[in-house]
C-alpha cells in the first residue's frame, strides 16, 4: 500500500498521486485525509479487477496524513509504510508530495 507519483505537477502547484490499497473482498474502500478534511469529504475508491483499490488525487507540495477505510473500518497498514501517531493514538499514513 503505497502511493506513486503518477503526474508532474499542475496549474496552482499541485501534483497527482495515484493511492491504491489491496482489499479484494471489501465492499467499499474511501481514502480521508487531511487533503479531505478527513471524512467530511472522503474520496470513493474504484476498484480494479484485480482486487486493488485505486484513486488519483491533486496534492499540494508537502507532507499529507491519510488513510483508507475499509467498509467502514480503519485499514491498518503493514509496517512498511510510513506512519506517524495521531492525536488520538492511532497511526496516520504519510505521503510527501512534491
Given at each position: 500500500m503505497e502511493c506513486l507519483l503518477l503526474m508532474g505537477a499542475s496549474t496552482h502547484e499541485l501534483s497527482k498521486y495515484l493511492f491504491?490499497?489491496?482489499?479484494?473482498e471489501a465492499?467499499?474502500?474511501?481514502?480521508?485525509?487531511?487533503?479531505?478534511?478527513?471524512?467530511?469529504?472522503?474520496?470513493?475508491?474504484?476498484?480494479?479487477?484485480?482486487?486493488?483499490?485505486?484513486?488519483l488525487?491533486?496534492?499540494?507540495?508537502?507532507?499529507?496524513?491519510?488513510?483508507?477505510?475499509?467498509?467502514?473500518?480503519c485499514l491498518h497498514?503493514?509496517?512498511?509504510?510510513s506512519q506517524v501517531p495521531d492525536p488520538l493514538g492511532a497511526e496516520d499514513l504519510v505521503r510527501e508530495a512534491a
Open positions: 491504491h490499497v489491496a482489499a479484494p465492499k467499499e474502500v474511501l481514502l480521508v485525509g487531511d487533503f479531505t478534511n478527513w471524512s467530511q469529504q472522503a474520496i470513493p475508491m474504484l476498484r480494479q479487477p484485480s482486487g486493488i483499490w485505486t484513486a488525487v491533486p496534492l499540494s507540495p508537502g507532507p499529507h496524513r491519510y488513510r483508507f477505510i475499509v467498509d467502514g473500518q497498514p503493514p509496517q512498511s509504510i
